[in-house]
């Protein structure tokens, strides 16, 4: 008689201060969280670097697949994900602020930042590295730029994008695989290159 082999549960509902059963990663989801209804995650493991203290640092849509993400946040950070969206393997880095639209997908090894986190002047990221270090101390951080980046609905973005601080991208945008975008990308436009170059399609 043959053994049946049940398959891993790779998706689990995203519960605030839930443990998710069988995750390798044992801490629970954070309480600050405000989460739609059917929304799941494979790991909690997503949460190792979510570090806002605000009320809601994180809030979630309904219906939105969160496959091994990295939403990460300053004390002060705020993520944002609109319903239908699709999220994985990317990394979310909020000093301040990220807004995803809904039915927006962002595929694996994309990078979306709001802030440089570091200082551009030459002298203040030198002091800033010796801050973080080991021996440093945090709280003499040189201060540095932050902008919110929002993705409007309909959106997707292709492996290994990057997108930077202050950035808006328009409804039903694409980011080509690889694309580095520093500046707005209208609506339905397409953006591709480092840095990125947009073309507007006409599909008459």
Not at 165 to 190: E, R
């Amino acid at each position: 008689m043959e053994t049946q082999v049940t398959p891993r549960q790779l998706f689990h509902q995203l519960l605030p201060g839930k443990a998710i059963e069988g995750d390798w990663c044992n801490f629970p989801i954070p309480v600050n969280i405000q989460v739609g209804e059917n929304t799941v995650i494979d790991s909690s493991a997503s949460f190792k670097k979510y570090f806002s203290k605000l009320p809601v640092g994180l809030k979630i849509g309904s219906h939105v697949t969160l496959q091994s993400p990295a939403l990460a946040t300053e004390e002060n950070g705020y993520i944002e994900i609109g319903d239908y969206s699709y999220i994985s393997s990317a990394c979310l880095a909020a000093s301040r602020q990220i807004s995803i639209g809904k039915y927006v997908f962002i595929a694996g090894g994309v990078t979306i930042v709001d802030t440089d986190f570091h200082p551009l002047d030459p002298a203040a990221r030198i002091a800033d590295t010796l801050a973080i270090s080991t021996v440093g101390n945090k709280a003499l951080r040189p201060v540095f730029d932050s902008a919110p980046v929002i993705v409007e609905d309909e959106v997707w973005i292709g492996f290994n994008a990057t997108i930077l601080k202050g950035v808006t991208i328009g409804k039903g945008a694409v980011i080509q695989p690889g694309a580095v975008v520093l500046k707005d990308v209208p609506a339905g436009a397409i953006a591709s290159g480092n840095p990125a170059q947009i073309e507007i399609p006409n599909y008459a």
